[in-house]
């Protein structure tokens, strides 16, 4: 049974840092593209970064260039979403997902809040 | 970049009812890569149809999903009540990837 679980939200305040990891089981996590997708709250879905199998490319929502790095450790069957410079408009429940042909797989979410 | 406007934003509907939710992209998209998804307060998004008409494991034949370019249609034929819930497209094939602003049905 394929399983994404994030984990690593919190409380931070603005201008801190914080690292959401998304630990993959029950499929060949090297073998997949993998993205990161926020939710601030009542609001909709939003795509955040893409990462490929073996790390050589990844995209970013211009809204986080240069504040936020994806990344992965295929060893250990595991995607990060390093997040720096945080913002009260990065809060939001973030996803992990796996990028393949049909998104057809996602985490049940770990909480960001970024408040003074 | 591609942008996803789904219409409308809210749909008051009954039970038995036939929902039809539409999203349109500002510029043509592969129709092999485009998703929609239902999701439930306090869950994660559900797939429901990927490559724009094909159903997900496990969804209903009550759901089809069709269209192609730049409009898109997720038709739902004799609702039920679990069905009333927040649905969303998605484009998937280049960075950046978009999702629709969701269309909201909910129990008329």
């Known amino acids: 049974e394929v399983q994404l679980v994030e984990s690593g939200g919190g409380l931070v305040h603005p201008g801190g840092s914080l690292r959401l990891s998304c630990a993959a089981s029950?499929?060949?996590?090297?073998?997949?593209?993998m993205s990161w997708v926020r939710q601030a709250p009542g609001k909709g879905l939003e795509w955040v970064a893409t990462?490929?199998?073996?790390?050589?490319?990844?995209y970013y929502v211009d809204s986080v260039k240069g504040r936020f790095t994806i990344s992965r450790d295929n060893a250990k069957n595991s995607l990060f979403l390093q997040m720096n410079s945080l913002r009260v408009e990065d809060t939001a429940v973030y996803y992990c997902?796996?990028?393949?042909?049909?998104?057809?797989?996602w985490g049940q979410g770990s909480l960001v809040t970024v408040s003074s | 970049e591609i942008v996803l406007t789904q219409s409308p934003g809210t749909l008051s509907l009954s039970p038995g009812e036939r929902a039809t939710l539409s999203c349109r992209a500002s510029?043509?998209?592969?129709?092999?890569?485009f998703a929609w998804y239902q999701q439930k307060p306090g869950q994660a998004p559900r797939l429901l149809i990927y490559?724009?008409?094909s159903r997900a494991t496990g969804i209903p034949d009550r759901f089809s999903g069709s269209g192609s370019g730049t409009d898109f249609t997720l038709t739902i034929t004799r609702l039920e009540p679990e069905d009333f819930a927040v649905y969303y497209c998605?484009?998937?094939?280049?960075?950046?990837?978009?999702f629709g602003q969701g269309t909201r049905l909910e129990i008329k």
């Open positions: 997902a796996r990028d393949d042909d049909t998104w057809g797989y």
């Open positions: 029950g499929f060949t996590f090297s073998f997949y593209w």
């Open positions: 990462i490929k199998q073996d790390g050589s490319e990844k």
């Open positions: 510029q043509s998209v592969d129709s092999n890569y």
């Open positions: 490559g724009a008409s």
């Open positions: 998605q484009h998937y094939r280049y960075s950046p990837y978009a």
